[in-house]
């Protein structure tokens, strides 16, 4: 384990399986701080599976997922969140007939309770915070547009703010790039480089372009196991892992 | 059940079963119609009942048809009358779906309240053509009576003929849709409709023709309805949440869960409905099944397809 | 002061509506109507206390419920039992076999109160159980079912169970409940009648105000986060849940607060007609309290209330004058405003276009706002562990 860098989540052994198919198996992941670290691997591998692990949207049948040394595995979703993990999906997950600004206040962790909810006042801080983020993801002068109304890529910046919203301290990125045009894509790995500072970031990805361009870390899976792990100068020289890209 | 001696007993089960066997095959016409519909479309057609009760009527019109004008046809009027009842429901199922459903697609809630209202114009017609008081057609002779098997133990003739109808139906349904390529196609547009869309299946077509099928079957449930009870224009409403149950608890979509869930809750009723006066036998099992389903949503067997 | 009347309304044409419905039913109403059919309106308005809870459940949420005559049944037999009890002293029943315990237990032979009767003698009791009652059991039901994913279509079903469930069961209990029959012939509220025309006003007007009060407590919950949030539950469930809310929370909370206004609706439905029976709160009811929900506008509070009162205006006239054609306009009527109209009287209301270009563009608009309503869930169980 590095000093500089302690290990914030640590997956040991994972496995699930739904009606005795193993999508994911005997998997083995440990997340430093404040490290990019990227999943890749053919379609079918697993690796969506594993967030949805992780955030707790399917129960693991095998292995443990520790956030800082916390176990996490069986908690309900909102409470992992809670905890400080936050999730983005593959194809943009935002509120369309909601506000930019809108969106990212629901995001705001301050009164997530029903009486919360109630209670809940635009504050001169919340509502800094919330400018501040679309700041980051470029979108200052698109407050007040309509989030549905977006192109693609904005939508996916959005998504990445409201995860920024929640401060949490593991981002986990799905495809965060699909879709995007080369200039969104270059946009994008600074943004995320740029988050990376402050916390902690899984993404799953299959641009290998991108990946070399954001990666600290990058684990290769293949039919729900790992397949290598590394740097990405050590895995794409792997045999196993030249083997099955280029074998698919 | 203290004053009954248990030879009393045990005839009062058998006959009771055999009481259930009959509302058994209702409730499982009536599910796999509905079935078959909300496995599809994910819809629920608050008007299967009233589909049921058209071919109730649908039965007793021939009925009395072959009354004033054929007497002589009158033992073999009733195999055509099912048949009659299951093109006339199919029918109007294929018109409702054009009219109502297919623009109410990805809104099951409104379709669920749509067809609700439907079912309220279906009951008015009803009961402006054929009265608000129940009628019961002209059962041929070989339905009537019962078969004793022994001292206080009498079979009903017509219970075996639901019986038997309603077996038919199931397997030529099992069959149809595990051995006809439309069944195939079906089953392909239920897993995943934008590849079969993809792949050259007309899905709008598909969903037509599964609404139409689902409603003849109800049509024949109605039919089947007449030997074991008058019709009236409130006939099919009575029934429709038990059939609700009989899909929700079969676990959607599976047909084996609808014909299982059919026959516990069938047998419940009838059963209960002996011992505990009026009402509450079936209070007792519906209440059952919900605390069940509130527990276990998924019903008995739930579809095994992952979830995203 | 100022702030709270923003946060309840959005515009000022919204405060100006609010403000001459209230001026309708507060003066213009009474003075208009003689006190028979004031009462009558204050019958519909009961049911407006339901229709408010649909506007935030089914609205703004996304649940359908098609049992919320049970609660509305929950509140009035709350109260139905507390005003039987005052009607049956034993001086006024002492020619029954059992004098001093209601008549319909007497004629099924019960010789003592049941147990479950006794704390109804007490009317703080009656009222903490007119509001607790049906948001406790709401609550319970809404907990199980909502963590466990079931929404939808599922949720409709079970809930339109319930609501057979129930009927049928106070109807097979006839010494317990008053059956079928129901619990009539009720006379007074501690010592005060409720049937005398001077009662009817109060009670009236009584109705209007806690209306009115609930109603500014839904448009409170719609304009906070909470009515945001709701909305963004119906819609995108997930990033809901993945933005750290406690989704099962917040809908079972939503369906135990319109329980508990339902509950409210029925207790003074009770007092102003005077009886409670299982044909008001069953399968067919429960949705009826629907579709006035769905012809009003299922968004707005405003249009749910007054689609209470149109639906039954014109059911009360319509059904009178023609009983056969009634059923077909309520099923035509309903069928239509769930195609072309998804947001109901209110909805047509906001999109009044104000010049030619503005009917082209509702035109225009017409195809996509009836395909294109607030997305639903088909699948309740998104996944099975």
């Known amino acids: 384990m590095n000093i500089d860098h302690p290990n914030v989540l640590e997956v040991e052994d994972l496995g699930v399986s739904f009606d005795g198919f193993k999508a994911v198996d005997g998997f083995n992941f440990y997340l430093a701080q404040n490290h990019v670290h990227v999943i890749i691997g053919p379609n079918g591998a697993g690796k969506t599976t594993v967030l949805d692990l992780i955030c707790g949207k399917t129960l693991a049948t095998a292995g443990s997922i520790k956030f800082k040394g916390k176990e996490l595995r069986g908690s309900r979703e909102y409470r992992i969140v809670r905890a400080g993990i936050g999730r983005k999906f593959q194809n943009p997950s935002i509120y369309e007939n909601l506000t930019v600004f809108e969106n990212l206040e629901l995001s705001h962790p301050t009164g997530r309770g029903v009486i919360g909810c109630l209670m809940f006042r635009r504050t001169a801080s919340i ?68 988050i990376s500072k402050d916390r902690s970031v899984i993404v799953i990805e299959h641009d290998m372009e991108f990946v070399r361009e954001i990666a600290d870390r990058v684990t290769v899976m293949h039919l729900g196991k790992i397949l290598a792990e590394g740097s990405m100068e050590k895995v794409s020289n792997d045999p196993k892992v030249i083997e099955v890209y280029i074998g698919h | 059940m203290g004053d009954y001696t248990s030879e009393e007993l045990q005839s009062i089960f058998i006959m009771q079963s055999f009481s259930g066997l009959s509302l058994f095959s209702v409730l499982l016409l009536m599910g796999l119609g509905l079935a078959l519909i909300f496995g599809q479309m994910g819809v629920i057609n608050m008007a299967h009942g009233e589909f049921m009760a058209l071919g109730a009527y649908t039965v007793y019109f021939c009925s009395h048809l072959t009354d004033s004008y054929a007497p002589t046809f009158g033992p ?46 279906l ?89 139409s099928l689902g409603c003849g079957i109800a049509g024949i449930a109605g039919a089947a309805f007449t030997t074991i009870g008058s019709t009236g224009p409130d006939s099919g409403s009575r029934y429709i949440v038990d059939a609700f149950l009989v899909v929700v608890a079969g676990g959607t979509a599976s047909l084996l869960g609808c014909l299982a869930s059919a026959f516990g809750i069938a047998q419940a009723q009838s059963i209960l409905e002996f011992f505990l006066e009026g009402t509450k036998g079936k209070v007792a099992t519906l209440l059952v099944i919900v605390i069940a389903l509130m527990i276990r949503p998924q019903g008995l067997f739930p579809s095994k397809v992952r979830g995203h | 002061m100022q702030l709270l009347f923003k946060t309840l309304f959005k515009t000022r044409g919204e405060a100006l509506a609010f403000g001459g419905f209230l001026l309708l039913l507060l003066v213009i109403l009474p003075l208009a109507l003689p006190v028979f059919r004031l009462n009558l309106v204050g019958k519909y308005l009961t049911f407006g206390f339901v229709a408010v809870g649909l506007v935030l459940l089914w609205g703004r949420c996304g649940i359908l419920s098609l049992g919320q005559g049970v609660f509305f049944g929950l509140g009035g037999y709350c109260m139905a039992m507390f005003l039987k009890l005052e009607a049956s002293d034993p001086i006024t029943t002492a020619i029954q076999s059992t004098p001093g315990i209601p008549d319909f237990m007497d004629w099924n032979q019960l010789t003592k109160l049941p147990l479950f009767w006794e704390p109804f003698k007490s009317l703080p009791f009656t009222i903490f159980a007119v509001f607790i009652l049906p948001a406790a059991v709401a609550f319970i039901i809404g907990w199980a079912m909502f963590r466990r994913r079931v929404g939808g279509v599922y949720f409709a079903i079970i809930t339109q169970s319930l609501a057979l469930i129930f009927s049928l069961g106070i109807d097979g209990n006839q010494g ?46 719609i304009n906070t986060r ?35 206004i339902s509950g409210l609706g029925g207790a003074l439905f009770v007092l102003q007609v005077g009886f409670m029976s299982p044909s008001i709160i069953g399968i067919v009811p429960s949705i009826e309290m629907v579709i006035f929900t769905a012809v009003g506008g299922r968004l707005s509070v405003l249009g749910a209330i007054l689609g209470c009162l149109i639906v039954n205006f014109g059911k009360t006239t319509f059904s009178e004058a023609y009983p056969d054609l009634w059923l077909y306009l309520m099923g035509g009527t309903f069928i239509s405003v769930v195609m072309f109209f998804p947001n109901g009287l209110a909805g047509l209301i906001e999109k009044i276009p104000t010049s030619k270009e503005n009917y082209q563009a509702l035109f225009a608009r017409f195809k996509k706002t009836a395909s294109t309503p607030p997305t639903q869930k088909s699948t309740p169980i998104t996944d099975e562990h």
């Open chain 2, 76 to 121: 073999y009027y009733f195999i055509f009358a099912i048949l009659l009842a299951f093109f006339i429901c199919a029918l109007l199922g294929a018109l409702v779906e054009w009219a109502m459903i297919r623009h109410l697609y990805h809104r099951p809630l409104d379709t669920l309240l749509a067809t609700w209202g439907l079912s309220l114009i």
């Open chain 3, 226 to 260: 909470l009515g945001r949030v709701l909305v963004a539950i119906r819609d995108r469930e997930d990033r809901v849940r993945f933005s750290g809310y406690d989704v099962a929370m917040i809908r079972a909370f939503i369906f135990s607060f319109a329980a508990m």
């Open chain 1, 127 to 194: 509502k800094q915070q919330c400018e501040d983020v679309a700041a980051q993801i470029g979108l200052s002068d698109r407050l007040d547009t309509e989030a549905g109304i977006l192109s693609h890529g904005q939508k996916q910046w959005l998504e990445i703010g409201m995860l920024l919203m929640q401060d949490p301290e593991i981002i986990m990125l799905d495809e965060p790039v699909a879709g995007m045009s080369v200039r969104e894509r270059t946009q994008t790995a600074t943004l995320i480089r740029k």
């Open chain 2, 123 to 211: 009951q008015q017609t009803y009961r402006s053509t054929f009265g608000a008081r129940e009628v019961t057609p002209t059962l041929p002779e070989w339905l009537m009576g019962s078969y004793n098997i022994k001292e206080g133990l009498d079979i009903p003739i017509n219970g075996m003929f639901v019986l038997g109808l309603s077996i038919v139906v199931t397997i030529a349904l099992i069959t149809f849709m595990y051995r006809s390529s439309f069944g195939l196609r079906l089953r392909a547009t239920v897993q995943n409709r934008k590849m079969s869309a993809a792949v050259g299946i007309n899905t709008a077509k598909v969903d037509r023709l599964a609404f």
């Open chain 3, 176 to 221: 317990f409940t008053g059956g079928r029959n129901g619990i009539t012939d009720l006379r007074t509220l501690c010592g005060w009648d409720i049937r005398s025309e001077n009662a009817q006003y109060i009670l009236y007007f009584a109705c209007v105000v806690l209306l009115f009060t609930v109603a500014m407590g839904a448009k409170y919950i």
